[in-house]
């Protein structure tokens, strides 16, 4: 068979996706790795030992199918009950499932499903993964790789959530769209929202509504009260971000039993790895050891944002582990090569509201040192 007849082995609408690019993972000598937002601190010493502990003849066996002991710790630490909650692989995992759960898949064609605009609105809710933009990049392509259709919706130009009332103005968003996935606090703007404005956004959804918080140990508040008063209301949190454990795999969704059941029924029998499971047990057993760390990161964020706004660069307050930054003098897509050439890897996005910043993960005091010093230099030959 040539590559034509092969390719017309695959359905058209795998043939026409964009794949999700992630951040780059390149194995450079002594790269300063700023582009993924990881954690630059590594996990508790005894979330290492028990997972070391674990690499033992028990590999022949499959781990627990429901995360069962897991789901059980977090009901306990979120207040409420194992039912409440399902385990990914990620929370990349979970927000797929609740695209397939929650949303039909409208046409075999990512181009046929396109935008929202271009259908009769009151017929394609059903169809509907909305979002805002920017927020997570993986949505749109979930959405594609499902056949639903999507409307992204632009934040505030200032990144800001519109007000329910601004929506309607608005008359793209809509109320009854089946999935609404609301990236809080916002990547890549660090935006953090109020759970009041979160509140009002999801009293007016007649749809489910996704709270993404993987970054929210980072911020001043969180929504998890919200999934638990509304019914139609997920909170998704991850073990990647705040809790070093990207290597892992582990996410959560906490929501009404419900949903959760139905999440619950198309996910892959073993989903999460055993080893994630226990590395997440026991980083539940050392909340201290990372709450420490979060402080260490906050406060390392907050003096990065003060040293790079002195040389010029505008930034908004981050509720986040990165920061989203304005640089001065020369495009944001120079400054990541230069910074690149005195290797130091930050994010760059090429979307029209956003590639005028650069998106900077927090790293360790002296990476954030590394940082200052390079900036100043590239600020200094322009
Ligand atoms: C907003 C947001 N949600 C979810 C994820 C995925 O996290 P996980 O590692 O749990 O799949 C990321 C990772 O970058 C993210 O930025």
Not at 20 to 31: A, D, H, R, S
Not at 45 to 65: I, M
Not at 336 to 342: A, F, H, I
Request: with cysteine; hydrophobic share 40%.
């Amino acid at each position: 068979m040539n590559k034509n007849d092969l390719k017309k082995l695959i359905r058209p609408l795998v043939q026409d996706l964009h794949a999700y690019v992630p951040g780059e993972q390149p194995k450079i000598k002594g790269l300063i790795k700023l582009n993924t937002n990881e954690n630059p601190y590594p996990p508790s010493p005894k979330v290492l030992a028990a997972v070391k502990a674990a690499v033992d003849g028990r590999f022949r066996l499959y781990p627990n199918p429901t995360s069962h002991f897991l789901r059980e710790k977090l009901a306990k630490l979120h207040g409420c009950k194992a039912e409440n909650i399902i385990v990914g692989n990620g929370s990349d995992e979970l927000l797929a499932l609740a695209i397939r759960a929650f949303a039909e898949p409208k046409s075999s064609s990512p181009s046929q499903s396109g935008d929202t605009a271009y259908f009769n609105r009151a017929e394609n809710s059903k169809f509907t993964v909305q979002y805002f933009t920017p927020s997570y990049s993986l949505y749109p392509v979930l959405a594609d790789i499902h056949g639903a259709a999507k409307n992204p919706v632009p934040l505030n130009a200032d990144f800001s959530l519109p007000s329910v009332a601004e929506l309607k103005r608005g008359k793209k968003w809509d109320f009854k769209a089946a999935l609404t996935l609301v990236t809080t606090p916002n990547a890549p703007s660090g935006h953090g929202y109020a759970n009041a404005e979160l509140e009002e956004l999801c009293q007016a959804q007649q749809g489910v509504v996704v709270l993404d918080e993987a970054y929210v140990d980072f911020a001043d508040q969180n929504a998890m009260e919200l999934a638990l008063k509304h019914p139609h209301v997920i909170v998704s949190r991850t073990f990647s971000k705040a809790y070093s454990l990207c290597f892992q795999r582990v996410g959560y969704f906490v929501g009404h039993p419900e949903l959760i059941a139905a999440l619950d029924k198309i996910r892959d029998s073993y989903n999460v790895n055993g080893l994630g499971q226990i590395a997440a047990l026991a980083t539940l057993d050392d909340l201290k050891y990372y709450r420490a760390n979060f402080k260490k990161v906050m406060a390392t964020r907050e003096r990065l944002s003060k040293e790079l706004t002195k040389l010029g660069f505008i930034i908004s307050r981050s509720q986040t582990n990165f920061i989203f930054a304005k640089p001065p003098g020369i495009l944001a897509q120079e400054w990541l090569q230069k910074l690149r050439e005195s290797k130091i890897l930050v994010r760059w996005f090429s979307y029209p509201e956003t590639k005028d910043f650069l998106r900077i993960t927090i790293g360790t005091d002296a990476e954030a040192n590394a940082l200052i010093k390079a900036a100043a230099k590239i600020a200094a030959m322009k």
